[in-house]
């Protein structure tokens, strides 16, 4: 069974950086795509990215496409996201989950059969 932990999260100001990791065990990472979400307070669950389990297909949520950058390194059972130019809208808890597929798709949370307990970010000033 696919086990997620998220680190890198903290407090950064509006147009500063995050790196997000997310390590996983327990199973071949290569076997899942693996797709960010993020939840604020008061809100859904939305999804920000995804990436195919080779590595070689990668997806945006639009709002997201330009600031965010997905990555993995399935060798080191790892997976990235690097946040760029931050706004304050961006603050919420954020998971990494697993696909039951190495192919994206649809950011319906139930397609994700496995999550992280999640990192907050918060961008403040």
């Known amino acids: 069974q696919l086990q997620l932990v998220e680190s890198g999260g903290g407090l950064a100001q509006p147009g500063g950086s995050l790196r997000l990791s997310c390590a996983a065990s327990?199973?071949?990472?290569?076997?899942?795509?693996i797709g960010w979400f993020r939840q604020a307070p008061g809100k859904e669950r939305e999804g920000v990215s995804c990436?195919?389990?080779?590595?070689?297909?990668?997806h945006y949520v639009e709002s997201k496409r330009g600031r965010f950058t997905i990555s993995r390194d399935n060798a080191k059972n790892m997976v990235y996201l690097q946040m760029n130019s931050l706004e304050p809208e961006d603050t919420a808890v954020y998971y990494c989950?697993?696909?039951?597929?190495?192919?994206?798709?649809?950011?319906?949370?139930?397609?994700?059969?496995?999550w992280g307990l999640g990192t907050q970010v918060t961008v403040s000033s």
């Open positions: 989950a697993g696909r039951g597929a190495e192919t994206c798709g649809s950011y319906y949370p139930k397609a994700y059969k496995y």
């Open positions: 327990g199973d071949t990472l290569a076997n899942y795509a």
């Open positions: 990436i195919s389990g080779s590595g070689d297909f990668t």
